[in-house]
């Protein structure tokens, strides 16, 4: 019999209660993915720690980059404060790779930071880890420049010149990184290899499209190929570097600059900055000031790989001293050609001088004796035949030099100067350069 109208049936009855009972036996919904809520919860405070930690480096970094570059325009207040926000990048830093360790830009980050902090060892260490994080050719090239950098710093200059090599092999660089490299081999004693990376870095910056925005790199290309050579026992060639380099700097603020501690312009090892400054002042006919430095490159170097050459120049310059009664005039110290356009290069140019580095003796008896005699610069441009003649020599004008001495400059130049051959073809037009000479006493 069925059961009366509205009542439920056993079936019925037993379904309410087995329903009953499985919704007071089931968790609830909002615990059914436990786990999965805390995983998220905890991946999402993470996310976020670390986009604030990467905010607070980032900002540090922006405030080191904003604030004056040059030890000589920082206090010890300021330097005090770089040293500090440094750390504290370095501790966000590390906080930040541990939440996520595959992060290139951070890694690279905290390279930089540890260089700021002198930790270069911990800097090279980082690099390292970064290139096994770069994907792409420009991350490559910037790992391998910041380890051949921190290699540098930590005076393993082996090792640096290793990794500037890997650098080069992934397409062509700027002639600072040729340059960084010949100063390391010069100071391992390779000097035909540094003279060749010299070149290197030379001719980099001489072709550049924006020429005149690396004349300081120029400049410090020939200082270095000038000590490299100077060091290698080739003195005539080392002094037309130097003077190459002191038309682009005239007053060595580089090699001023380059003493002072954090800056921009360095060299290695320390104190040979002291020998640049002796070669250049000796160049330049500052007998006095290129002593001083060269006693301050011993007094830094004592032990060091280039002490009998530096020995050397001062005997030499003492010997000078002991000559200077018998010597009343003015000479010419360094020559340099600083342009060339034409068929004939410059270094065909320098080699005239060689040839004839008398050439000018008459004409120099005739500048007037004074007690002080400085430095004198004179600029001449020639005027260069397909025969290696020149047809015209000038003094720019206006000039303060005596007009008997310019007018017999001119005619010295034009009468006995001849370029040598060069093994090619006869050259078809002129080569039109300009000439710097340096006169002392």
Not at 14 to 36: C, F, K, Q, S, T
Request: one cysteine or more; a neutral charge.
């Amino acid at each position: 019999m069925p059961p009366p109208a509205g009542r439920p049936g056993l079936v019925g009855l037993m379904a309410v209660a087995l329903a009953v009972v499985h919704a007071l036996l089931a968790p609830p919904v909002w615990a059914i993915d436990e786990a999965g809520f805390w995983d998220r919860a905890a991946t999402g405070t993470a996310e976020r720690r670390f986009e604030q930690l990467v905010r607070q480096a980032d900002e540090l970094l922006a405030q080191e980059r904003a604030s004056p570059s040059g030890a000589s325009v920082r206090t010890e207040a300021a330097l005090t404060a770089q040293r500090q926000r440094a750390a504290r990048t370095e501790a966000l830093l590390r906080e930040a790779l541990t939440l996520r360790s595959d992060d290139f830009r951070l890694t690279l980050a905290l390279a930089d930071t540890q260089m700021t902090l002198a930790h270069f060892d911990d800097a090279a260490q980082s690099v390292r880890l970064a290139l096994t994080l770069a994907e792409l050719p420009a991350q490559q090239a910037l790992g391998w420049s910041r380890l051949s950098l921190a290699y540098m710093k930590g005076g393993h200059y082996a090792a640096s010149v290793a990794a500037t090599e890997r650098l080069l092999t992934l397409g062509p660089t700027d002639g600072a990184t040729y340059a960084n490299e010949a100063e390391l081999l010069r100071a391992l004693g390779r000097l035909p290899e540094a003279e060749d990376r010299y070149r290197e870095a030379i001719r980099a910056d001489s072709e550049a499209a924006d020429r005149r925005l690396r004349e300081h790199s120029l400049a410090l290309g020939y200082y270095g190929l000038g000590v490299a050579l100077d060091r290698d026992g080739q003195p005539t060639a080392a002094r037309e570097m130097i003077a190459r380099a002191l038309s682009l700097d005239p007053g060595m603020a580089l090699l001023q600059l380059a003493q002072q501690a954090g800056s921009d312009v360095s060299f290695v090892p320390a104190g040979d900055v002291h020998y640049y400054l002796g070669l250049a002042n000796l160049v330049a006919g500052r007998a006095a000031d290129s002593e001083e430095a060269f006693r301050a490159f011993l007094d830094a170097q004592p032990d060091g790989r280039w002490t009998q050459e530096a020995r050397g120049h001062l005997a030499a310059l003492e010997a000078q001293r002991k000559r200077r009664g018998s010597h009343n005039g003015y000479r010419v110290v360094a020559t340099a050609t600083v342009h060339a356009s034409g068929p004939v290069p410059a270094p065909m140019v320098d080699a005239a001088w060689r040839r004839r580095p008398d050439l000018l003796d008459g004409c120099l008896a005739r500048l007037p004796l004074t007690a002080a005699r400085p430095p004198i610069r004179l600029i001449v441009d020639v005027e260069i035949d397909a025969r290696g003649n020149l047809t015209r020599a000038s003094i720019p004008r206006p000039t303060d030099l005596d007009a008997d001495f310019v007018a017999c400059v001119e005619e010295k130049l034009k009468n006995g100067f001849i370029v040598p051959a060069a093994p090619t073809p006869t050259r078809a037009r002129s080569t039109l350069a300009r000439l710097e000479l340096l006169l002392a006493d």
